[in-house]
């Protein structure tokens, strides 16, 4: 690992700030002032800030209940991004796992361990995604047995993969998928000859979004949490 990448995350500081720690040489690895912030250092080194050691955190994971109009993204020149909602002394650690449109509301993780976000976003793992649409007219069933079975998307060569849905009063339905293409909730409601006029993202595998989490608030996710198997391949 780059010394400045150690620094930053284990102190929560941007990368910037600790290039100018490490150049100004107030950071020692093993003992050695080092003024290079590229320099790579081992797994074991032992690393002081000012005298006093520093270490990696752990990993976290965030639940955040995201609101619309903010962008799924660390950072962004013109928008307002989730990580603005979230205050955490390691913030500049973390990622955003996969992403919800601007407008979607609901469940979005943030972490600093990459093989779980891999997992858990990657398309060969199918973990599935449930959604509740606010549709434009009442889903009819002819329309809920089409996207049971797979529908073909504007620009799209195959069937979608089939879905779990399920028809709720005024104008809602609940949508389960294994797969994220681009806007895929919208094109196939759409390829029914529908509109979503309103999406929320309520589960990501076996993980709910809190209901007792306010809109725009996160908290960490439990690590009884974490390791919940996702939902049964039977509800497809």
Not at 34 to 51: M, N, S
Request: charged share 20%; net charge positive; glycine share 8%.
């Amino acid at each position: 690992m780059r010394l400045d990448q150690f620094v930053s995350q284990s102190t929560g500081m941007p990368r910037s700030e600790a290039q100018k720690l490490i150049r100004w040489g107030r950071v020692r690895a093993d003992g050695k002032g080092i003024t290079k912030p590229a320099t790579h250092i081992g797994p074991q080194a032992v690393v002081t800030l000012d005298g006093a050691a520093i270490s990696l955190p752990g990993a976290i994971y965030i639940m955040l209940h995201k609101p619309a109009g903010v962008v799924s993204a660390t950072e962004d020149p013109a928008h307002r991004t989730v990580m603005d909602l979230i205050d955490h002394p390691h913030r500049h650690t973390l990622h955003v796992v996969g992403r919800l449109d601007k407008d979607t509301t609901g469940l979005l993780l943030v972490t600093n361990d990459g093989d779980w976000s891999h997992r858990l976003m990657s398309p060969k793992h199918h973990v599935p995604k449930t959604y509740l649409a606010t549709l434009a007219e009442p889903l009819v069933e002819a329309a809920a047995e089409q996207l049971r079975a797979g529908v073909q998307l504007h620009g799209e060569k195959g069937l979608t993969k089939p879905a779990a849905v399920e028809i709720l009063p005024a104008c809602q339905a609940r949508i389960t998928l294994h797969e994220g293409k681009y806007h895929q909730v919208k094109r196939m409601f759409a390829a029914v000859g529908n509109r979503v006029e309103a999406l929320h993202r309520e589960r990501i595998g076996g993980l709910l979004l809190d209901p007792q989490l306010p809109v725009g608030k996160w908290r960490d996710v439990l690590i009884t949490e974490i390791h919940l198997p996702p939902l049964e391949s039977s509800l497809i």
